[in-house]
């Protein structure tokens, strides 16, 4: 959440489009910028905190199959105040304020995103980054790998499932150690039992390896609000149960189900916790004259 700012988006683009059956349909390209200031600051002319500005290039072919990339190029001043309960640890049991540590500077960023449909039945799908952005738990400059492959399949009329899988890994610029590594796995599963009535599945995994907060020059250890920061390990897992009757636009009948799993990094469900269950109902009927 941010709380206090004042953000500045801009987007322009052009497509240029080929003769009707062509193999290359489309190629287009979009510039966009986006900032952040502070509120204050903004009406006081200073400049942002935050910015980047984005080049996207795409090409479509026929088939709905496409190519978008992004280029990026942006930055991150840190501010002070938003790390005001951080310490740093210079031996034991003796701490210091984190004090000002470097703006991040030439933050570049390099994204595909292919689209592919194989047939009527499947489309493959996916993201690869590979970009250096800032390491908000540490201040500090990072680079992350994080690839994200998916696939689409259409069993039947009525049966439609998509797979996708995300790894991401970042590491800190300032010598090459891991900070991170995330898995994030997902499944969703909708059947259309008629026109007005279909029923949706959703279950997804949420596995991190993180090591202990590091300073962003030195690689003393962390503390917040007084406390050491060390490696943790999440496993969270997630799932959602819709069933939906909607016989008009306008009128329409949710029942759901939710709940939030949480325990040791990995896949067995045996070692997890329920932390949250949950139902949800949704009635809306639209009156006609």
Not at 48 to 64: C, D, K, M, N, Q
Not at 145 to 160: E, F, H, M
Not at 193 to 219: C, W
């Amino acid at each position: 959440p941010r709380v206090g700012d004042v953000e500045v988006q801009g987007t322009v683009g052009y497509n240029w489009y080929a003769a009707p059956g062509a193999e290359l349909e489309r190629v287009g390209v979009e510039f966009k910028s986006n900032n952040f200031f502070d509120h204050d600051g903004f009406w006081d002319g200073d400049g942002p905190y935050e910015w980047e500005v984005e080049a996207w290039p795409s090409l479509t072919f026929r088939g709905r199959r496409t190519i978008r990339t992004i280029v990026r190029l942006g930055g991150f001043d840190i501010r002070p105040e938003d790390y005001s309960n951080y310490q740093v640890q210079t031996a034991p049991g003796d701490t210091v304020p984190l004090g000002p540590v470097p703006d991040l500077t030439n933050m570049w960023g390099l994204a595909v995103f292919p689209n592919i449909r194989v047939n009527d039945q499947v489309q493959l799908n996916g993201q690869l980054f590979y970009r250096v952005l800032p390491i908000f738990a540490e201040a500090a400059r990072g680079f992350e790998i994080r690839t994200s492959p998916g696939v689409q399949l259409r069993a039947s009329d009525a049966l439609n499932i998509d797979l996708s899988h995300t790894w991401a890994r970042l590491w800190r610029r300032r010598d090459d150690s891991e900070f991170s590594t995330v898995n994030l796995s997902r499944v969703r599963v909708q059947y259309q039992f008629g026109r007005a009535v279909f029923a949706r599945v959703i279950g997804q995994y949420d596995l991190e390896h993180r090591t202990a907060l590091q300073h962003p020059v030195t690689g003393q250890p962390l503390l917040v609000d007084g406390v050491l920061r060390g490696p943790r390990e999440r496993g969270n897992f997630q799932t959602q149960a819709l069933l939906s009757y909607e016989p008009s636009p306008g009128t329409v009948f949710f029942l759901g189900y939710s709940r939030l799993m949480d325990g040791p990094y990995g896949y067995d469900l045996g070692d997890k916790d329920a932390l949250r269950d949950g139902f949800f109902v949704k009635l809306s009927y639209l009156l006609r004259r």
